[in-house]
């Protein structure tokens, strides 16, 4: 026979994730730290510029900035940092909850991640080759711009591949998606929030573009639910990341000198 306190546990344990409010909220502040990294990571950048070239225009560089490649791999790095701390924090006071089981950090049959890489592989060459056929470019202009300027490639190649697919997927398909799925929307709902939420924050993107990755978040969503892992959406997203900074690096290898 259950006592009082043991009848307390139970229910404090079974109940889950953080209201929709508090997930809006936690994840506001989530956002605005990342954007405060964004902006000193572009301050040192400037400041160091202006320290090897006094007569630097200030503006100019500035508006370079935006397809600047190093401050791409330097500000998705720490704000991958930030995010996955932030994230950390704020479910761990959730007390009844653990991380593990709040991100469904769950180990995924190796047999179920390969059906679903496979399917992401397809449908990322499927996209492209449709991008072809419509006349569109397959490598984004911001892409080529920032691959330019990276100044050192493999930090360029781990911020895209490895920093930014843990940091959106645990923020979005991890936190945000179980503060939605917990409500009204359902499961539903929170597949389709997280996917536009997601694409959203692409604004270096083109309408078209933006399109493209608001699909990869509902895909990445739906593998979500039916793996129960965020594992399976990580590997997903480091591997369009993986497919895409390869067609650049590609792309610019073999393109004359000019491109």
Same mark, same amino acid.
């Given at each position: ?25 936690? !994840? ?19 400041? @160091? ?55 469904? $950090? ?10 679903? $890489? ?23 202009? @911001? ?6 300027? &990276?100044?050192?490639?493999?930090? @360029? ?6 920093? &930014? ?6 923020? @979005? ?14 499961? !539903? ?7 536009? &939420? ?17 699909? $990869? ?17 990580? &590997? ?24």
């Amino acid at each position: 026979m259950s006592t009082p306190v043991d009848s307390l546990a139970v229910h404090r344990s079974s109940s889950g994730p953080w209201g929709i409010w508090a997930t809006l909220g936690f !994840s506001l502040i989530i956002v605005a730290a990342f954007l405060l990294v964004q902006v000193l990571v572009s301050s040192v950048l400037v400041a @160091f510029e202006l320290k090897q070239n006094p007569s630097l225009d200030v503006e100019a560089y500035g508006q370079a900035l935006a397809s600047n490649g190093l401050l791409l791999a330097l500000a998705t790095i720490g704000g991958m940092v930030t995010t996955v701390l932030l994230v950390g924090l704020f479910v761990r006071l959730r007390k009844d909850i653990s991380v593990v089981q709040y991100l469904h $950090l769950h180990p995924v049959e190796p047999t179920t991640l390969v059906r679903w $890489l496979g399917i992401m592989l397809a449908l990322a060459l499927l996209w492209d080759a449709g991008t072809y056929v419509l006349g569109r470019p397959v490598i984004a202009d @911001f892409m080529l711009a920032a691959y330019r300027s &990276a100044g050192f490639p493999p930090l @360029f190649w781990l911020a895209l591949v490895a920093a &930014a697919p843990l940091a959106e997927e645990v923020f @979005f398909r991890g936190f945000l998606f179980e503060g939605v799925r917990h409500t009204r929307l359902g499961a !539903s709902g929170a597949v389709l929030l997280t996917s536009l &939420a997601w694409a959203a924050v692409h604004v270096q993107y083109d309408s078209y573009e933006i399109s493209t990755v608001f699909v $990869l978040g509902l895909i990445l969503a739906v593998a979500r639910l039916r793996t129960n892992s965020l594992y399976t959406t990580i &590997a997903m997203h480091a591997l369009v990341n993986l497919l895409a900074t390869s067609e650049v690096a590609v792309y610019l290898h073999h393109a004359p000198a000019s491109v």
